[in-house]
Nanobody, 118 residues
Framework: VQLQASGGGLVQAGGSLRLSCAAF????????MGWYRRAPGKQRELVAA???????NYADSVKGRFSISRDNANNTLYLQMAKLRPEDTGVYYC?????????????WGQGTLVTVSS
C-alpha cells in the first residue's frame, strides 16, 4: 500500500483546510484509515480515524472542528479542518491499516505540513 498526502499549507487561525490522501497498491486489504500529526517538539498523535464501514473517531482537541471521510470508490481519504488554531500546526500523516492472519500492518504517507498563524 502506498499513500500520497496533499493539501497542507499556511492558513490563519479560524481558517479551513482540506487534506487528501490517495491510496495505491493493495488497497483491497485496507481496513482502518486515519490522520496523525506531529506538532513541533511533540510526539505523533492520532487526529482522526475511520473504519472501512465509515465509523469515525476523533481526538478530543479536534472534535467539532475536523471531519474525516473516505471515498472507497476512488481510494481517497480526506480530512476537512475548520476553525483552525495555532496548536493545530504540525506535519499531518495519513495512515492505512491492513490485517493478515490477525496481524495489523500500518502504512504511512509522506506527511504534509499544516501551519496555522495567529
Amino acid at each position: 500500500v502506498q499513500l500520497q498526502a496533499s493539501g497542507g499549507g499556511l492558513v490563519q487561525a479560524g481558517g479551513s483546510l482540506r487534506l487528501s490522501c490517495a491510496a495505491f497498491g493493495s488497497i483491497f486489504s485496507i481496513t482502518t484509515m486515519g490522520w496523525y500529526r506531529r506538532a513541533p517538539g511533540k510526539q505523533r498523535e492520532l487526529v482522526a480515524a475511520i473504519t472501512s464501514g465509515g465509523s469515525a473517531n476523533y481526538a478530543d482537541s479536534v472534535k467539532g472542528r475536523f471531519s474525516i471521510s473516505r471515498d472507497n470508490a476512488n481510494n481517497t481519504l480526506y480530512l476537512q479542518m475548520a476553525k483552525l488554531r495555532p496548536e493545530d500546526t504540525g506535519v499531518y500523516y495519513c495512515n492505512a491499516d491492513t490485517e493478515r492472519i490477525g496481524t495489523i500492518f500500518k502504512y504511512w504517507g509522506q506527511g504534509t505540513l499544516v501551519t496555522v498563524s495567529s
